[in-house]
């Protein structure tokens, strides 16, 4: 059975492993991609005029 889109009854399987990772669990390689985002996210608002956001 596939559940209907807002359904409240319908159930919702989360795997054992699933968990929210904090800080401290964050891989160097996961920490250099947020950074890098970051910047990304920084200069492409930098470019913008001021009225836009």
Known sequence: ????PG???RDITVTET?????N???SDKELKKI???DQA??????GLPEDIY
Do not use: G, S, V, Y
């Open 24 to 26: 401290d669990e964050l």
């Open 1 to 4: 059975m596939i559940p209907e």
């Open 18 to 22: 699933f968990h929210l990772k904090t």
């Open 35 to 37: 950074e890098a985002d």
């Open 7 to 9: 359904d409240a009854n």
């Open 41 to 46: 996210i920084q200069t492409i608002l930098l």
